[in-house]
């Protein structure tokens, strides 16, 4: 197999491999480089979670709240509106009927915005004489999460 040669390139220099070799060469770097990469990764994760953690190192496991409502909104075009929580956050809004470009933009804008930021703007808003609109049906659904 003249010709036909893999090149290998470790820190120290470089090494041209036959292809026999290739698996065996692969085999000892996965088996070395393996346990490093998962210690790495470790370190990585804990550093990243040191927000999560005491002054005596022990680590705050934050408890994962979501709440899912249908909501029957009263006095606007749209006929239900589909909400997704996780503590606080908002996840989705799903609207049915209605305006479609306003309440793709009020879900898309709400998305990842905290409840009562979300209420504190959408409260109140009215849509022509109706006395009500999406966004403020939506801040009474938000609401009845709380």
Known sequence: MKGLKFKIQSLKSPVTCH???????????TRHLLPITLAILLTLCTLGCSHNQKNNNEIIHQEMITKDITFIPEGVCSQQMDISVVNDTIRSVVFTKGCA?????????????????????????????????????????LKSMK
């Open 19 to 29: 292809p026999s070799l290739v698996t065996r060469h692969l085999s000892l770097v």
């Open 101 to 141: 470009g306003n309440t793709q933009a009020v879900s898309r804008l709400v998305e990842g915005m905290q409840i009562d930021s979300a209420i504190a703007k959408l409260d109140g808003i009215m849509c022509r004489e109706k006395g009500t609109s999406c966004p403020d049906q939506l801040a009474k659904a």
